[in-house]
């Protein structure tokens, strides 16, 4: 059972909980938005004036390079690259990057999980063919040891 008086929230297995009081703010209203002028009520555009582009809530200031327009593209901002403004937020471009490496981790992380399924096809095979790293060792020392020899006889002489 869960109980909420003022600030205290309490628990029915005898836990309490302190929580800060809410604060309810009543701006910026996240609804749809309600027709404040009589000409927006209308359909059209009072003075007829259509903007070429879409208008972003934060001012453009910054142009972006070619990698941040492809970063822009993959992350799924702008369908093509002639939709891409010649000025966008700089927002806009931190976001975009930080979704690019986001996606760029998430596909680092599939091909290690890849790269690690292929090492156990790969030692599974290994054990099938009897070779382990203990014999390749022995086997790299063995030659070592009788490279070493040759060369101890050949000075010898």
Not at 88 to 95: C, D, G, L
Request: charged fraction near 25%; glycine fraction near 4%.
């Amino acid at each position: 059972m869960l109980w909420v008086s003022r600030s205290v929230l309490r628990l029915g297995l005898g836990f309490t909980t302190h929580r800060a009081p809410q604060i309810i703010s009543r701006w910026p209203r996240w609804g749809p938005r309600v027709a404040c002028h009589p000409c927006s009520s209308s359909g059209q555009n009072p003075s007829g004036f259509e903007p070429p582009e879409k208008v972003h809530r934060i001012p453009a200031q910054y142009k972006p390079s070619k990698f941040d327009k492809k970063i822009l593209l993959w992350t799924g901002r702008f369908k093509s690259i002639e939709d891409i403004p010649p000025l966008v937020p700089p927002e806009m471009i931190a976001v975009s990057r930080n979704k690019a490496r986001v996606k760029a981790c998430y596909i680092m992380i599939g091909l290690t999980i890849v790269a690690c399924f292929a090492v156990i096809v790969s030692a599974k095979r290994a054990v099938e063919r009897h070779e382990s790293l203990t014999s390749w060792n022995l086997a790299k020392k063995a030659k070592w040891r009788e490279e070493a020899a040759l060369a101890a006889q050949s000075k010898s002489k």
